[in-house]
């Protein structure tokens, strides 16, 4: 089993207090404005984004190399999508994936691309959250 830590620490009220998360080498202001106001900063919901495109594109990447093909390039960008449903929800998560994967045909890649969204751990996390899955082979 392994476990990674992230920490984060807020200073004050919500609307006027500030904030920094931590986790490996990065380390990233937030504050109210940065995460409901699109302002400079960073916020939980990017970095639960960073985590489910990473996780979506290993997980992708070890199903295409279990079947001894070597992807060139895995790209996955990951829209959390921050909304209302009493009181702040993430609402859903679109996942939108290019990969480059010489000799792979569309209907392995699909098929792969989606066993990778039910199966990869963060989606897993995220189970009771839609995702949307818009996944193409490119080269």
């Given at each position: 089993?392994?476990?990674?830590?992230?920490?984060?620490?807020?200073?004050?009220?919500?609307?006027?207090?500030?904030?920094?998360?931590?986790?490996?080498?990065?380390?990233?202001?937030?504050?109210?404005?940065?995460?409901?106001?699109?302002?400079?900063?960073?916020?939980?919901?990017?970095?639960?984004?960073?985590?489910?495109?990473?996780?979506?594109?290993?997980?992708?990447?070890?199903?295409?190399?279990?079947?001894?093909?070597?992807?060139?390039?895995?790209?996955?960008?990951?829209?959390?999508?921050?909304?209302?449903?009493?009181?702040?929800?993430?609402?859903?998560?679109?996942?939108?994936?290019?990969?480059?994967?010489?000799?792979?045909?569309?209907?392995?890649?699909?098929e792969y691309a989606q066993?990778?969204?039910?199966?990869?751990?963060?989606?897993?996390?995220?189970?009771?959250?839609?995702?949307?899955?818009?996944?193409?082979?490119?080269?």
């Amino acid at each position: 089993m392994t476990t990674r830590q992230a920490t984060a620490q807020w200073n004050g009220t919500l609307k006027s207090g500030n904030g920094v998360m931590k986790y490996g080498q990065f380390e990233g202001p937030y504050t109210f404005a940065s995460r409901f106001e699109n302002a400079n900063g960073t916020n939980p919901e990017e970095l639960v984004g960073a985590a489910h495109a990473g996780c979506y594109s290993m997980f992708l990447s070890a199903l295409i190399s279990g079947d001894n093909m070597t992807p060139k390039s895995i790209q996955t960008t990951a829209s959390v999508h921050l909304g209302e449903d009493d009181g702040p929800k993430i609402t859903h998560i679109d996942l939108v994936c290019e990969a480059e994967v010489p000799g792979l045909d569309a209907d392995k890649f699909a098929e792969y691309a989606q066993t990778a969204k039910e199966k990869c751990p963060i989606s897993r996390l995220y189970a009771g959250t839609e995702i949307n899955l818009s996944a193409k082979l490119v080269g």
